[in-house]
């Protein structure tokens, strides 16, 4: 166990020094810079040069990348040139708010998409099948942003005034500042906490105030249905055929030979190991969403790590643009990490070798 | 990442991998067959079918041209609703179709035979919004299909090379792959089409791009597998050239899930393309291309819905179809699902 | 003056102060008055710096004459000062608060205006709360929600849902279905800006020009308003719009004459038509061009029509800027929002000495007659000159302006005191809504920062101003400077040289502190100096100072080319 994690951290590192590398030049393979970003029409080049000089960037090119790779190890990733703050700061800010959609829009792709592959699985080439199986893909096929319009427009204008009505965008009423878990105990603030209490949910558990949790709740509803409906086709499908997989095994036809009723052979002898390369799927689609999320976060306003990247590559943010796809990286990493060890545990054959 | 899931063909690489090309093409026509039984494939083939049909015919059934500005020949503002001729003479007098006509009526689409035709409107430049569906058909289907082709063909190259080959070689090249695999891809492509300028074409590239180690990814694990095998070990024997057996042995086993992958990846390559044209990198706005279009009107989704269901709805289509094909392909080929 | 002199002063304006005190009404006691001895004046002599390199800046001296009396020195008269003194970003900071944050107050500015920053949630939402120590009438809302969406149709919905309540740039084509809501109104905002087709007159063929007239003849701007700009948008004439001084009614301008178009063409030696290669323009919607792709489509209709062939060239906005910057655009499409009334703003930056390369090297009559303008004093005069101006544009060409873009905003109909500013300084402090302690208002985008002095963006200016004034402001809705810190519009003396301003009595800061004339030169010297320890900002461009002031003392130097 160990091996495998210390292996694969180990050749994490040459890919996080190339993404590193191939960000930072992206970065400044972008036309214009910052300040004309910032200035727009009014940009001109004697303050734009005075800029660039002040911040650095009129260095050669080399020594720009050899600083900024001392600053990374050193666990400095730079100051947003647009909002003079510390990228880890923007990042403790506004990755939860991404980590806390994917994981909600999982959620729903789950309790929704495997149930549906169990059904279609079972009635394999039926209507039901067939049913099932357009109608997730055509929640897949339909782009996320046109639906996140339509979504908004149903239940945030048509159904505005009755008991379905939801807000179109944003993470909490205007004017409502929760206030921090780590204030309310009467805690020191630091970079874990903060992180932490910036995923609005658990916060709003935190300080036990239910009707900011409800708050919270109502304004991801939309955005995590729409982000869902990409996950949901791939674990419909994954699900189905993971299913189809086991029911043909011996052990199930042995446990319908004994005369097992055929729910229980499904739920308690097929399902489980069904599951199993679900979970995989899952692992993926929460690295998938991270980095995808962009569009619902657009559409429904949301200034999660997406949004932020969006933004940054637009301004020519660029230690924004390193430091947040660094770290989505990272976490990828993780996460893939995570999954492996995780299925490890739970599929005993890989377990034995 | 770009890649959905791990392909069960992937997961499985010992499955059906055969000695010969000969017997391979055997395998396609069953594949195919094994395909079109299901019901599901059988959907997306049709609507792929539509959707060709109405790009090849495109110039004969669109009313108007791609380009034509009707403001000053028809004096109709940009962003009309759509203008249908319901109460045509020759219609019959059947029960579904005057509730049609009623239907439409009451809904304010219809519109007397004095006024010119607009199935779907006109758009924000004052251009039939039909007649640019039916020329987008054209432009958005090829556009798929061309970012995954480019992206298969180096995908596939260096999926040989570094499967095959292994050692440092191999090292190298996925140790590359994964760094792009890290970004995430939507933003990987925007970046590309940042630095290159707003077009098509570069979207195009972008795209294949953010998605040449997908296939990479899928070739090499095929090509491992298939360097252990006997008949490899037995060609070598006799002195066949390395080349010769990455062509002839290797490349045609990895075939099956390139094509599962590949038929997915256009789904997802179409999709990605819209997003592109969503964040305003989409380029020529005279251009019909379906993204571009939906893009360019997004903001008036709630007072003219017309500009952007039609377009959102063919790229639903279009992605749909390859979807259903490549599940059905998916199906087919894995022969452990074959009852 | 020397510190010594100006002691003296003091003493004497004291005397005055405590004189003019007796007479008070409010009979309250400044803070730092009357006790003396406690206010060291501030006082910055850089006379010998003026019309000197590197200085290019017309400030000469600003000091604070006692507490309560500001005065500034400039080098060469400029009698639009007042509507520059106005402007946000010379709002006032306390000088303590400035030197607290190191010349920084980026994101917990404090000034004296009607409300505070209670907190900043970076990303989400900007808090203001009613100060209840304003100098004027207290605000009557008690909280200011900012918020900010860049997709208009999202702020509609936003606000059609009743979550918020006021937006910012209704669509253009959403302005239909507002003013057809009765829950909703409807406020236009006066177009206060200029679209224009630029041309780099040093590049063929549009060096010749024959063919630039060409193409100003050849666009239907009737067309153009008419399809692609919302209402309350007007046919451009000149390259000033109407409301800034100096707009001259019934100006000489291209009609639509596709005939005359041809004969120019003709005449240029092009009788079958001419391709003028890529037309340039950003995909970023703007007041002065909310529909730009649409726009660029029509216009390239409009121009095949007379045989000018052109390719649409969509470029990124960073790209875009930068090329424009660099001279590196042909034909473009661009367009300009005033900062403040005065024609400088917009004639300079373009078309003056030492302006922008976005249209090539320039035209020396045009440099001239402008610079000429800049300087005089007289109205009738300055008038005058930029009708001229108006002449020498039309016949040079070196862009043709199109259209002025309305602009709106939309409130619930039951926000009392709703109103939209041409400049987009719109004050919550006139607006309240029955049964509710809470505005909620929604933007385009969120403030980069809320320091005025080195912002530039409208959304971030548009936040600040409610948090600090200066020492004028414009009328609430309008252009007109009226007095705001200072009790009274200005004095000036003949030469329009010499400026006085007198400060108002017992204005305290959010923090408590007295306003004092101090903090009027610290806030301004902060800008004026590049050297000085407190000329930090957010990114230190300051750029509005340059367009207000002319220039920094001790710039830093020239790179290079």
């Given at each position: 166990?160990?091996?495998?994690?210390?292996?694969?951290?180990?050749s994490?590192i040459?890919v996080?020094?190339?993404?590193?590398?191939?960000t930072?030049?992206?970065?400044?393979?972008?036309?214009?810079?910052?300040c004309?970003a910032a200035l727009q029409?009014?940009?001109d080049?004697?303050t734009?040069?005075?800029?660039?000089?002040?911040?650095g960037f009129d260095?050669?090119?080399?020594?720009?990348?050899g600083?900024?790779?001392?600053d990374?190890?050193?666990?400095?990733?730079?100051?947003?040139?647009r909002?003079?703050?510390?990228?880890?700061?923007?990042?403790?800010?506004?990755l939860?708010?991404?980590?806390?959609?994917?994981?909600?829009a999982?959620?729903?792709a789950?309790?929704?998409g495997?149930?549906?592959?169990?059904i279609?699985?079972?009635?394999q080439?039926?209507?039901?099948?067939?049913?099932t199986?357009?109608?997730?893909?055509?929640g897949?096929?339909?782009?996320?942003?046109v639906?996140?319009?339509?979504?908004?427009y149903?239940?945030?204008?048509?159904?505005?005034?009755?008991?379905f009505?939801?807000?179109?965008?944003g993470q909490?009423?205007a004017g409502?500042?929760?206030?921090p878990?780590y204030d309310?105990w009467?805690?020191?603030?630091?970079?874990?906490?903060d992180?932490?209490?910036?995923?609005?949910?658990?916060?709003?558990?935190?300080?036990?105030?239910?009707?900011?949790?409800?708050?919270?709740?109502?304004h991801?509803?939309?955005?995590?249905l729409?982000?869902?409906?990409?996950?949901?086709?791939?674990?419909?499908?994954?699900?189905?055929s993971s299913l189809?997989?086991?029911?043909?095994?011996?052990?199930v036809?042995?446990?319908?030979a004994?005369?097992?009723?055929e729910r229980v052979?499904?739920?308690?002898?097929?399902?489980?190991n069904?599951?199993?390369?679900?979970?995989?799927?899952l692992?993926?689609s929460?690295?998938?969403l991270i980095?995808?999320?962009?569009?619902?976060?657009t559409?429904?306003?949301l200034?999660?790590?997406?949004k932020?990247?969006f933004?940054?590559?637009q301004?020519?943010d660029?230690?924004v643009?390193?430091?947040?796809?660094?770290m989505?990286?990272?976490?990828f990493?993780?996460i893939?990490l995570?999954?492996?060890?995780?299925?490890?545990?739970?599929?005993?054959?890989v377990?034995v070798? | 990442m770009?890649?959905?899931?791990?392909?069960?063909?992937?997961?499985?690489?010992?499955?059906?991998l055969?000695?010969?090309?000969?017997?391979q093409r055997?395998?396609?026509?069953?594949?195919?067959?094994?395909?079109?039984?299901?019901?599901s494939?059988?959907v997306g083939?049709?609507?792929?079918?539509l959707?060709?049909?109405?790009a090849?015919?495109?110039?004969?059934?669109?009313p108007y041209?791609?380009?034509e500005?009707?403001?000053?020949?028809?004096?109709l503002?940009?962003r009309?609703?759509?203008c249908?001729?319901v109460?045509?003479?020759?219609?019959p007098?059947?029960?579904?179709?005057?509730?049609?006509?009623?239907?439409?009526?009451?809904?304010g689409?219809?519109?007397p035979?004095?006024?010119?035709?607009?199935?779907?409107?006109?758009d924000?430049?004052?251009?039939?919004?039909?007649?640019?569906v039916?020329?987008?058909a054209r432009v958005s289907?090829?556009a798929?299909?061309?970012?995954?082709?480019?992206?298969?063909?180096?995908?596939?190259a260096?999926?040989?090379?570094?499967g095959?080959?292994?050692?440092?070689?191999?090292?190298v090249?996925?140790?590359v792959?994964?760094?792009?695999?890290?970004?995430p891809a939507?933003?990987?492509?925007i970046a590309?089409?940042t630095?290159?300028g707003?077009g098509?074409?570069?979207a195009?590239?972008?795209?294949?791009?953010?998605?040449?180690?997908?296939?990479?990814?899928v070739v090499r694990s095929?090509?491992?597998?298939?360097r252990?095998?006997?008949f490899?070990a037995?060609?070598?024997?006799?002195?066949?050239?390395?080349l010769?057996?990455?062509?002839?042995?290797v490349l045609?086993?990895?075939?099956t899930p390139?094509v599962?992958?590949?038929?997915?990846?256009?789904?997802?390559?179409?999709?990605?393309l819209?997003?592109l044209?969503f964040v305003g990198?989409?380029?020529d706005?005279?251009?019909?291309?379906?993204?571009?279009?939906?893009?360019l009107e997004?903001?008036?989704?709630f007072?003219?819905?017309?500009l952007?269901?039609?377009?959102?709805?063919m790229i639903?289509?279009?992605v749909?179809?390859?979807?259903?094909?490549?599940?059905g392909?998916r199906?087919?080929l894995?022969?452990?699902l074959?009852r | 003056m020397?510190?010594?002199?100006?002691?003296?002063?003091?003493?004497?304006?004291?005397?005055?102060?405590?004189?003019?005190?007796?007479?008070?009404?409010e009979?309250e006691d400044?803070?730092?008055g009357?006790?003396g001895?406690?206010f060291?004046?501030?006082?910055?002599?850089?006379?010998?710096?003026?019309?000197?390199d590197p200085?290019?800046?017309?400030l000469?001296?600003?000091?604070?004459?006692d507490?309560?009396?500001?005065?500034?020195?400039?080098?060469?008269?400029?009698?639009?000062?007042?509507?520059?003194?106005?402007?946000?970003?010379?709002?006032?900071?306390?000088?303590?608060?400035?030197?607290?944050?190191g010349?920084?107050p980026?994101?917990?500015?404090?000034?004296?205006?009607p409300?505070?920053?209670?907190?900043?949630?970076?990303g989400?939402?900007?808090v203001?709360?009613?100060?209840e120590?304003y100098?004027g009438d207290?605000?009557?809302?008690?909280?200011v929600?900012f918020?900010?969406?860049?997709e208009?149709?999202q702020?509609?919905?936003?606000?059609?849902?009743?979550?918020?309540d006021?937006?910012?740039?209704?669509?253009p084509?959403?302005?239909?279905?507002v003013?057809?809501d009765?829950?909703l109104q409807l406020?236009?905002?006066?177009?206060?800006?200029?679209?224009?087709?630029?041309?780099?007159v040093?590049?063929?063929?549009?060096?010749?020009e024959?063919?630039?007239?060409?193409v100003?003849y050849?666009i239907?701007?009737?067309?153009?308003i008419?399809n692609?700009?919302?209402?309350?948008s007007?046919v451009a004439?000149?390259?000033?719009p109407?409301?800034?001084?100096?707009?001259?009614d019934?100006a000489d301008?291209?009609?639509?004459?596709?005939?005359?178009a041809?004969?120019l063409?003709?005449?240029a030696?092009?009788?079958?038509?001419?391709?003028?290669?890529?037309?340039?323009?950003?995909?970023?919607?703007?007041p002065?061009?909310?529909?730009?792709?649409?726009v660029?489509s029509?216009?390239?209709?409009?121009?095949s029509?007379?045989?000018?062939?052109?390719?649409?060239?969509?470029?990124?906005s960073?790209a875009?800027?930068?090329?424009?910057?660099?001279?590196?655009l042909?034909?473009?499409?661009?367009?300009w929002?005033?900062?403040f009334?005065?024609?400088t703003?917009?004639?300079?930056?373009h078309f003056g000495?030492?302006g922008?390369?976005?249209?090539?090297?320039?035209f020396?009559?045009?440099?001239?007659?402008?610079?000429?303008?800049a300087?005089?004093?007289?109205?009738?005069?300055?008038?005058?000159l930029?009708?001229?101006?108006?002449?020498?544009f039309?016949?040079?060409?070196?862009?043709?302006p199109?259209?002025?873009?309305?602009?709106?905003?939309?409130f619930?109909?039951?926000v009392?005191?709703a109103?939209a500013?041409?400049?987009?300084?719109?004050?919550?402090a006139?607006?309240?809504?029955?049964g509710?302690d809470?505005?909620?208002w929604?933007?385009?985008?969120?403030?980069?920062?809320?320091?005025?002095?080195?912002?530039t963006?409208?959304?971030?200016?548009?936040?600040?101003?409610q948090?600090n004034?200066?020492?004028?402001?414009?009328?609430?809705?309008?252009t007109?400077?009226?007095?705001?810190l200072?009790?009274?519009?200005?004095?000036?003396?003949?030469?329009?040289?010499?400026?006085?301003?007198e400060?108002?009595?017992?204005?305290?800061?959010h923090?408590?502190s007295?306003?004092d004339?101090?903090?009027?030169?610290?806030?301004?010297r902060?800008q004026?100096?590049a050297?000085?320890?407190?000329h930090?900002?957010r990114?230190?461009?300051f750029?509005y100072?340059?367009?207000?002031?002319g220039?920094f003392l001790?710039?830093?130097?020239?790179a290079?080319?």
């Amino acid at each position: 166990m160990t091996r495998l994690v210390g292996r694969r951290l180990l050749s994490s590192i040459p890919v996080l020094f190339g993404i590193l590398l191939a960000t930072f030049a992206i970065a400044r393979l972008l036309p214009g810079d910052a300040c004309e970003a910032a200035l727009q029409e009014r940009a001109d080049p004697q303050t734009c040069e005075d800029f660039n000089r002040r911040n650095g960037f009129d260095q050669p090119i080399l020594t720009q990348f050899g600083d900024y790779l001392g600053d990374v190890f050193t666990g400095d990733l730079g100051d947003s040139v647009r909002f003079r703050r510390p990228v880890m700061d923007l990042l403790v800010e506004r990755l939860p708010v991404t980590l806390q959609l994917s994981a909600a829009a999982l959620l729903l792709a789950v309790v929704v998409g495997v149930p549906l592959g169990v059904i279609a699985g079972y009635r394999q080439n039926s209507k039901t099948d067939v049913a099932t199986i357009v109608g997730a893909n055509v929640g897949v096929s339909i782009p996320v942003f046109v639906l996140g319009l339509v979504l908004q427009y149903l239940f945030a204008k048509e159904l505005a005034d009755t008991p379905f009505g939801l807000p179109p965008s944003g993470q909490l009423t205007a004017g409502t500042i929760p206030e921090p878990f780590y204030d309310a105990w009467g805690l020191e603030k630091n970079t874990v906490f903060d992180f932490v209490a910036n995923f609005d949910l658990l916060n709003a558990v935190l300080i036990w105030r239910w009707d900011v949790f409800v708050d919270a709740a109502q304004h991801l509803v939309l955005p995590a249905l729409a982000l869902s409906t990409i996950p949901m086709a791939v674990i419909t499908r994954m699900t189905r055929s993971s299913l189809l997989d086991v029911l043909g095994l011996d052990y199930v036809r042995t446990a319908r030979a004994k005369g097992l009723r055929e729910r229980v052979v499904v739920v308690r002898h097929a399902l489980r190991n069904s599951l199993l390369p679900v979970v995989t799927v899952l692992g993926l689609s929460l690295g998938t969403l991270i980095g995808g999320a962009i569009l619902t976060e657009t559409i429904f306003n949301l200034t999660g790590v997406g949004k932020t990247l969006f933004d940054a590559i637009q301004g020519r943010d660029y230690f924004v643009v390193q430091g947040f796809t660094l770290m989505v990286a990272v976490v990828f990493v993780i996460i893939n990490l995570l999954t492996d060890i995780l299925y490890t545990f739970l599929d005993p054959k890989v377990r034995v070798s | 990442m770009a890649v959905e899931e791990i392909p069960l063909a992937e997961q499985h690489p010992t499955a059906e991998l055969g000695p010969t090309v000969q017997a391979q093409r055997g395998l396609w026509r069953d594949a195919l067959r094994e395909t079109l039984r299901r019901r599901s494939a059988r959907v997306g083939v049709a609507v792929l079918g539509l959707l060709v049909f109405l790009a090849v015919f495109a110039p004969v059934l669109a009313p108007y041209g791609e380009r034509e500005v009707l403001i000053e020949s028809e004096g109709l503002r940009p962003r009309t609703e759509p203008c249908i001729h319901v109460s045509v003479d020759w219609v019959p007098d059947v029960v579904v179709l005057r509730q049609v006509e009623s239907f439409l009526e009451s809904n304010g689409f219809s519109c007397p035979s004095a006024e010119p035709q607009h199935l779907m409107g006109l758009d924000g430049n004052g251009r039939d919004v039909f007649s640019r569906v039916l020329f987008g058909a054209r432009v958005s289907l090829l556009a798929g299909v061309v970012a995954v082709s480019f992206a298969v063909v180096i995908g596939t190259a260096l999926g040989l090379v570094a499967g095959f080959f292994g050692g440092w070689l191999d090292n190298v090249l996925m140790r590359v792959m994964d760094v792009f695999l890290a970004f995430p891809a939507l933003l990987l492509a925007i970046a590309i089409v940042t630095a290159r300028g707003p077009g098509l074409f570069n979207a195009i590239i972008a795209v294949s791009v953010v998605t040449i180690p997908v296939y990479a990814r899928v070739v090499r694990s095929r090509a491992i597998s298939v360097r252990e095998q006997d008949f490899v070990a037995a060609d070598r024997a006799l002195g066949v050239s390395e080349l010769r057996i990455l062509t002839h042995r290797v490349l045609p086993n990895s075939l099956t899930p390139l094509v599962v992958q590949g038929t997915l990846g256009i789904a997802t390559a179409v999709l990605e393309l819209a997003a592109l044209s969503f964040v305003g990198l989409g380029g020529d706005p005279d251009q019909a291309e379906w993204g571009r279009m939906l893009a360019l009107e997004r903001n008036q989704i709630f007072t003219s819905p017309h500009l952007v269901l039609y377009p959102g709805v063919m790229i639903m289509l279009n992605v749909l179809a390859f979807n259903l094909i490549g599940d059905g392909l998916r199906d087919a080929l894995d022969p452990r699902l074959h009852r | 003056m020397t510190r010594l002199r100006s002691g003296l002063v003091m003493f004497v304006a004291l005397g005055l102060v405590a004189a003019s005190c007796a007479d008070d009404d409010e009979g309250e006691d400044s803070d730092d008055g009357g006790g003396g001895g406690d206010f060291t004046a501030l006082a910055y002599d850089e006379s010998d710096q003026c019309g000197q390199d590197p200085y290019t800046g017309n400030l000469a001296q600003l000091e604070a004459v006692d507490e309560l009396t500001v005065r500034f020195t400039l080098c060469n008269p400029d009698v639009a000062l007042p509507a520059k003194v106005a402007f946000s970003s010379v709002g006032i900071h306390p000088a303590e608060h400035l030197e607290e944050t190191g010349g920084s107050p980026i994101d917990n500015p404090i000034g004296t205006g009607p409300y505070r920053l209670e907190a900043w949630e970076q990303g989400s939402q900007i808090v203001l709360a009613r100060n209840e120590e304003y100098w004027g009438d207290p605000a009557p809302t008690a909280t200011v929600v900012f918020r900010w969406s860049e997709e208009s149709a999202q702020r509609l919905i936003e606000l059609q849902s009743g979550a918020v309540d006021g937006i910012d740039n209704v669509g253009p084509e959403d302005f239909a279905t507002v003013a057809g809501d009765d829950s909703l109104q409807l406020i236009e905002r006066e177009p206060l800006n200029v679209f224009y087709l630029g041309f780099n007159v040093d590049t063929a063929p549009l060096d010749d020009e024959l063919v630039r007239q060409a193409v100003g003849y050849a666009i239907d701007k009737d067309r153009l308003i008419e399809n692609f700009y919302p209402e309350g948008s007007q046919v451009a004439d000149q390259f000033l719009p109407p409301g800034i001084p100096a707009y001259e009614d019934g100006a000489d301008a291209y009609t639509y004459d596709q005939d005359r178009a041809r004969e120019l063409l003709a005449e240029a030696g092009h009788p079958d038509g001419i391709d003028l290669g890529p037309l340039s323009y950003r995909n970023e919607p703007r007041p002065y061009l909310p529909q730009p792709a649409q726009v660029a489509s029509d216009i390239r209709d409009q121009l095949s029509q007379v045989g000018i062939t052109v390719s649409l060239d969509e470029q990124e906005s960073g790209a875009f800027i930068d090329n424009a910057n660099a001279g590196d655009l042909g034909l473009h499409m661009l367009g300009w929002n005033a900062d403040f009334p005065d024609p400088t703003n917009f004639w300079d930056f373009h078309f003056g000495e030492g302006g922008t390369l976005q249209f090539g090297t320039g035209f020396d009559d045009l440099h001239e007659v402008l610079t000429e303008a800049a300087g005089t004093v007289d109205e009738a005069e300055r008038a005058a000159l930029y009708a001229e101006a108006n002449d020498v544009f039309m016949q040079r060409a070196p862009a043709i302006p199109i259209a002025y873009g309305g602009s709106a905003v939309a409130f619930k109909a039951e926000v009392d005191g709703a109103h939209a500013s041409p400049l987009a300084n719109e004050a919550f402090a006139a607006m309240s809504l029955e049964g509710q302690d809470q505005l909620v208002w929604m933007q385009n985008g969120e403030p980069s920062g809320l320091y005025c002095a080195d912002e530039t963006d409208g959304e971030a200016l548009r936040v600040c101003e409610q948090i600090n004034e200066s020492l004028l402001a414009y009328e609430v809705g309008g252009t007109e400077v009226i007095p705001s810190l200072a009790a009274d519009m200005p004095e000036a003396n003949d030469e329009f040289t010499e400026w006085t301003f007198e400060l108002r009595d017992g204005v305290t800061f959010h923090d408590g502190s007295a306003l004092d004339a101090n903090d009027v030169v610290q806030s301004y010297r902060a800008q004026w100096d590049a050297e000085d320890p407190l000329h930090v900002g957010r990114d230190g461009t300051f750029t509005y100072w340059g367009a207000l002031f002319g220039g920094f003392l001790n710039p830093p130097p020239e790179a290079e080319a």
